[in-house]
């Protein structure tokens, strides 16, 4: 499905004056963009002749990489792509400039099981209870789709003491691994940043019913040292050519 990039990115190019100087841009992005960034973000890059570097991290959390608490600690960014209210929490605190928030995408819970067992039915509220009720166990994410099925998924569903004493929440390492090794049954986390991992099948995403929709957004730092490129990126991130690889890595297009 990603050879279609090449039309549409070449598409955005015309969004694009080349720089007359090239700038080394700093992007912090957390997962559930990222298979979108790398594609889309290398094809800016080469039109742009601007060079990205980008750290890697969750939107919220208490681990060391967690894009606040590298900002925090003085990390420097032009750039920053997070889960949407968590971006609303850094523009609140003065650590990005208001005027700069773009949507870029949409994303969705799915669930994965190890490569080679059988693929549960999770199409409908019921399908689902009943997998994660005979599951041995269950992990799920550090980050906004983790909080959701600690905090509302299990509830929701009807059986929160008996799915959370089987469940675990990952850190610092993507959920499908964790899965691919055997370690847990079941695995939750962004669609986006299920779908690139071996060692593992995509069992879906889970019902809309008990769906919980993540906005992913973009920002710029107010001490950005590039804030004109940071712009730039951002719009091309966010440009209709962009959406046909924004929805092959397993996001939604922001509604308009």
């Known amino acids: 499905m990603i050879r279609t990039c090449v039309a549409a990115c070449a598409a955005a190019a015309t969004l694009l004056a080349p720089s007359v100087h090239a700038e080394d841009l700093h992007v912090m992005t957390s997962g559930g963009f990222t298979a979108a960034y790398k594609i889309l973000g290398s094809k800016f ?53 208001p005027n700069s928030r773009v949507e870029l995408a949409d994303s969705r819970i799915g669930m994965v099981v190890r490569q080679g067992t059988v693929v549960p039915d999770i199409r409908t509220v019921d399908a689902l209870r009943r997998t994660l009720m005979h599951a041995k166990s269950i992990s799920y994410s550090d980050s906004a789709s983790g909080v959701y099925v600690e905090r509302e998924l299990f509830k929701r569903l009807g059986e929160q003491d008996a799915l959370r004493a089987k469940a675990r929440k990952i850190e610092k390492v993507p959920v499908a691994s964790v899965v691919a090794s ?75």
């Open 45 to 97: 890059a080469e039109q742009s002749g601007d060079k990205l570097e980008t750290a890697q991290g969750p939107s919220m959390g208490q681990s060391a990489e967690a894009i606040p608490n590298r900002l925090a600690r003085g990390e420097h960014a032009d750039v920053v792509i997070m889960v949407g209210y968590a971006l609303d929490d850094l523009i609140k605190k003065g650590v990005v400039d």
């Open 182 to 256: 055997g370690q847990y049954e079941i695995g939750f986390q962004q669609v986006s940043e299920l779908l690139p991992m071996a060692g593992v099948t995509f069992a879906g995403r889970i019902p809309e019913e008990v769906q919980s929709v993540t906005r992913f957004a973009g920002g710029i730092p107010v001490n950005a040292e590039h804030p004109a490129e940071a712009k730039a990126l951002l719009e091309y991130l966010a440009a209709p050519a962009a959406q046909t690889v924004v929805k092959e890595t397993g996001l939604d297009s922001v509604p308009n």
